[in-house]
């Protein structure tokens, strides 16, 4: 986890480039002005996010609980994985923002945990590479999407007959990765669309969606409409002012996702249902900035609650 000061980190971050990927996303409609990403996201600092979770699992509506982690970290331009020290690293390092999103629920007897990561470049908010796992007490699953210009390498673990597959996806300009939506919606580095606009996009389905359906990655489309203005939202962390974007995925989902108006945008809700049948939905139960990484002494179990968990 990155755990440098501010002024231990501007050297580092002013020497690396990072290069946008051939799925970056397109340029913000409403681009920032001055440096609020820098301001908050170089502090050493987790962004923590609580959720009440709640999706349909064989049939039946599940309830359980999500965390969404946002900070920013460095990582090896050749390898694709966390540099601890930056100094002693060979190679390119470059300064990504990452989004871990753990869901924890139970279906019966057993439960499910799963967890996708997003390593986007923090000055296009470029994918660069995406995984995920799934471990519930039938077996293991592990996915991971490496972004490279030349294509997307597709890696699959997986304890199920036939689904362990390694192979390589085709370059999609402006492509939208399912686990990146949430990145990109929050529109960091500037809302991504203009109030009222619609946009269609190369889509490739969540990993979260296409593990629980047994789906293979094949891209699709993802039309995404932004409301013409913001609305008050209610959830279990209190009230806000959000965007509000409208999603339509030739998967045959339709979606909703609720973003804080004021910067920095946090994740206030999600919803993916496919007719009347709720996928995949969350609100958020509480938000704090913190170095979570040290909090793992007996007894501090108790800032959970913090995050409504």
Not at 55 to 77: K, N, P
Not at 148 to 161: C, I, K, M, T, W
Request: net charge negative; hydrophobic share 40%.
């Amino acid at each position: 986890m990155l755990a440098h000061s501010l002024a231990q980190l501007l050297p580092l971050l002013l020497a690396c480039s990072c290069s946008p990927a051939p799925q970056g996303t397109a340029k913000p409609a409403e681009p920032l002005v001055g440096g609020e990403f820098e301001a908050l996201w170089y502090d050493g600092q987790a962004e923590m996010n609580g959720y009440r979770w709640q999706g349909t699992r064989y049939g039946e509506l599940r309830t359980g609980e999500a965390v969404a982690i946002f900070v920013t970290e460095s990582m090896g331009a050749k390898e694709h994985v966390k540099v601890d020290r930056p100094a002693e690293y060979k190679g390119e390092v470059l300064t990504v923002l990452k989004l871990n999103l753990v869901r924890d629920f139970q279906t019966g007897l057993y439960d499910y945990n799963t967890m996708s990561s997003v390593f986007v470049g923090v000055n296009e908010l470029a994918p660069l590479k995406l995984t995920f796992s799934s471990a519930e007490w039938c077996g293991h699953v592990y996915e991971e999407l490496d972004v490279r210009p030349q294509g997307v390498a597709l890696d699959v673990h997986s304890y199920f007959q036939g689904e362990t597959v390694q192979e390589k996806l085709d370059a999609k300009p402006d492509a939208l990765f399912g686990d990146q939506l949430f990145v990109w919606l929050r529109g960091l580095r500037g809302h991504v669309l203009a109030p009222g606009e619609t946009r269609r996009l190369p889509y490739l389905t969540d990993t979260f969606e296409r593990r629980l359906r047994h789906g293979e990655a094949s891209w699709g489309e993802l039309e995404v409409t932004r409301e013409a203005a913001p609305q008050n939202v209610t959830v279990p962390a209190g009230a806000f002012a959000a965007v509000f974007y409208r999603l339509e995925a030739s998967d045959g989902r339709t979606g909703s996702v609720a973003i804080e108006s004021a910067y920095p945008h946090r994740l206030l809700s999600w919803s993916w249902s496919r007719g009347a049948e709720l996928l995949d939905s969350a609100q958020l139960t509480g938000s704090q900035r913190m170095k979570y990484w040290e909090l793992h002494g007996e007894g501090q179990e108790s800032l959970r609650k913090q995050l409504g968990l």
